[in-house]
């Protein structure tokens, strides 16, 4: 798996980790908008595919047969008997890539088959730890069982690094998980999704959730999943289909950095800032518009 033999369709970038660890809140935050349900406690969704698109949601069962379901009633599917749930949203980032949200890894409640039989669908996996008790035994054994290729198409997110106040505390936490998942992901970084969904008008808070860092580190995993044969739409190679390749949900704050107090002869032309900061420099416009206000979920 996750070869060129994939070629015939966009990546597919696995959500994995465990319950709770802000999986769902990460594919809101990334599609810049909010088809799945947050901290479902009571009941447990299968697999959740996203595509590009507008056509209705269905569920596929075992034998890979079709029915209908209600968007709004996700947890109506029954998951013995639900391989997946597909949906589609008319979303920028799905233009790059599919998303496949997963129940967490070792949910009581649910069986790990039913996300272990859709693990072969992923090209890369973003897996979100819980960064107040981050890379469980659970959670390294669940990944030693995966195959290996993911490793390099991956990234580690300790997620709720807001939790984690003292820098020092942060810094020691990052030490010892990039020393414990060293060769094991290509990066491990801190996100809070709270502030990088919630803070979408303060540049500072923005660059200090992780959500900038992030950013950059899929776009990069995008380029070299495209690079080694997924194709965007109608066949095109993915930086091709789109150029430059931006995630719709991760939008800098228009506010850039302050510029720096140099004073200006009087004389000077006056000194242009860029009004945002993009994740890649493009004449376009950036009207991903998100649809809606801040402060999503909570
Ligand atoms: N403080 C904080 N809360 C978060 C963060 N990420 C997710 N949450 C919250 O954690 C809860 C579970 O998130 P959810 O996305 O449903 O987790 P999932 O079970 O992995 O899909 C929700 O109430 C989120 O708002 C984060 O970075 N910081
Ligand atoms: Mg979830």
């Known amino acids: 798996m996750t070869q060129v033999d994939k070629a015939s369709r966009k990546p597919c970038i696995a959500l ?19 088809p799945l349900p947050v901290q479902v406690i009571a009941t447990q ?3 959740v595919w996203i595509s590009h698109g507008d056509a209705p949601a269905f569920r596929v069962d075992l034998d890979g047969n079709q029915f209908a379901i209600d968007l709004d009633n996700l947890a109506e599917a029954p998951l013995d008997e639900t391989a997946y749930i597909k949906i589609f949203c008319d979303e920028e980032l799905l233009l790059q890539c599919d998303l496949l949200d997963m129940p967490g890894i070792s949910d009581p409640n649910m069986s790990s088959e039913v996300w272990q039989r859709m693990i072969s669908k992923a090209d890369g996996v973003l897996w979100c730890s819980h960064a107040t008790q981050a890379w469980r035994q659970s959670e390294a054994a669940v990944w030693a069982s995966l195959p290996p290729d993911l490793y390099q198409r991956s990234l580690l997110l300790l997620t709720r ?29 801190p996100i809070s999704l709270l502030q990088a969904t919630a803070e979408q008008d303060d540049y500072d808070v923005w660059l200090k959730s992780g959500a900038e860092d992030f950013a950059k580190h899929l776009v990069d995993l995008l380029h070299s999943l495209s690079e080694d044969g997924a194709v965007g739409p109608e066949g095109q190679s993915l930086p091709e289909a789109a150029k430059p390749l931006r995630i719709s949900g991760l939008v800098a704050p228009d506010s850039a950095p302050a ?40």
Do not use: H, W, Y
């Open 16 to 34: 994995m980790g465990e319950f709770s660890a802000g999986k769902s809140t990460l594919a809101n935050l990334l599609i810049g908008s909010d």
């Open 45 to 47: 969704l299968p697999p």
């Open 161 to 189: 690094i807001d939790k984690i106040t003292s820098e020092r505390d942060r810094q020691k936490l990052i030490r010892r998980v990039r020393a414990e998942t060293e060769g094991l992901f290509l990066q491990c970084l």
């Open 259 to 298: 510029p720096p107090p140099a004073p200006a002869p009087q004389t000077a032309a006056p000194q242009i800032m860029p009004r945002r900061v993009r994740l890649s420099p493009s004449p376009q416009d950036r009207a991903c518009a998100r649809d809606g206000a801040p402060g999503r979920p909570s």
